[in-house]
């Protein structure tokens, strides 16, 4: 029987296997494991709350596990410690994990003050989520007070990803004209800074071009609006580690904007938009697991794909057999 008690004191003063098995706990969907992680999250949200928070996002190859292995480097030398996690829509379908691989991270994974655990494979996106933010819990309350949080490709994961962080760190490469155009609406929503990644040897000219270009499209969108941050566009190589701490100080430079009654203002927020997510997440699981459902999932489908039933009427016949 594992003592949660225990387990707690022991994570908090920041034994490794402690963490790995409060992480394991908090993965679990099975209900007597999430009975104790309740338990444990109970226990350990008074200890949590204390380290920068950051999403690191861009499609893959381009720089995010080197990144984070310089800029983690980089804050390690400065006295912190640092956790890494990471949200993988891969993991959600293939049941692996292609982020957050330690091999990826060759020198942070040996690190005494570097935390780096790879996506859970917890079914859905809103399973990977729940695991994530009470990750995060575990790793403040173990004395990590930077978290990295890594994640791939526009769309509903880095929506998810910035519903956990405070700063969201988009990485980009030299892009021109239209290819630009397309990222631009994604980033908009989301990013706090954006910095082309890659800028060394040949590529230094075309990504302060590109960085330009980013920062003026930005300025546009902006233009007219007051008191609202702008997402600095910078350069930076991971490869070569130059601009890794201006990315870093315009990441804290987004948080004094915000300041401390606006970065409680935007994690409650969080807090309670992530209660909803739960809550359709579960009820998408139940109804997916309901026999009843299950049923008379075939004929339903039959039914809808030769037209002989609109799609209104067998929503209607769905949710009255869930609710029965
Ligand atoms: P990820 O898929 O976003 O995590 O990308 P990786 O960090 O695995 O990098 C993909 C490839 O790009 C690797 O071969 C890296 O060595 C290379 N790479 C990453 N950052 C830089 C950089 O700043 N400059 C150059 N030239 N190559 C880089």
Redo the contacts with the bound molecule.
């Keep these: 029987m594992l003592n949660i008690n225990d387990l707690a004191d022991d994570l908090r003063i920041g034994q490794r296997s402690a963490i790995s098995r409060a992480i394991t706990l908090v993965e679990s969907s099975r209900a007597d494991h999430r009975a104790e992680a309740r338990e444990l999250l109970g226990l350990l949200t008074p200890d949590a709350g204390g380290a920068i928070r950051v999403g690191v996002s ?10 984070i292995e310089a800029l983690g480097n980089h804050l390690i030398d400065e006295g912190h410690r640092v956790g890494v996690l990471t949200v993988d829509p891969s993991s959600i379908r293939t049941g692996g994990s292609v ?1 957050g691989d330690k091999t ?1 991270m060759p020198t942070l994974a040996v690190s005494p003050d570097a935390y780096i655990r790879p996506s859970p494979s917890a079914g859905t996106l809103g399973g990977v989520a729940r695991a994530t933010s009470q990750a995060i819990t575990v790793l403040e309350a173990a004395g990590f007070d930077v978290v990295l949080i890594e994640t791939v490709g526009v769309g509903q994961s880095e929506i998810t990803v910035a519903g956990m962080v405070d700063t969201f760190l988009f ?1 980009t490469l030299s892009r021109t004209g239209d290819q630009l155009q397309g990222i631009k609406k994604g980033i908009l929503e989301i990013a706090d800074v954006i910095s082309v ?5 040949e ?1 230094v000219r075309e990504a302060e071009a590109t960085s330009k270009d980013l920062a003026g499209a930005l300025r546009l969108v902006y233009a007219g609006t007051k008191d609202q941050w702008v997402p600095p566009v910078l350069t ?5 580690g130059t601009g890794i701490d201006t990315v870093w100080s315009r990441i804290i430079r987004h948080r004094e904007f915000m300041g401390a009654r606006g970065l409680r203002d935007k994690r409650a927020q969080q807090q309670l938009d992530f209660t909803w997510a739960l809550v359709r997440d579960e009820l998408d699981q139940r109804l997916r697991a309901d026999p009843r459902v299950a049923e008379m999932r075939a004929e339903i489908r039959e039914a809808v794909l030769s037209g002989e039933m609109p799609a209104a009427t067998a929503a209607d016949q769905i949710l009255a057999a869930y609710d029965a």
Excluded: H, I, Q, W
């Design positions: 861009g499609v893959p190859g381009v720089g995010k596990s080197t990144f982020l990826r990485l990644n890659k800028a060394d040897g590529r930076c190589s991971a490869l070569e």
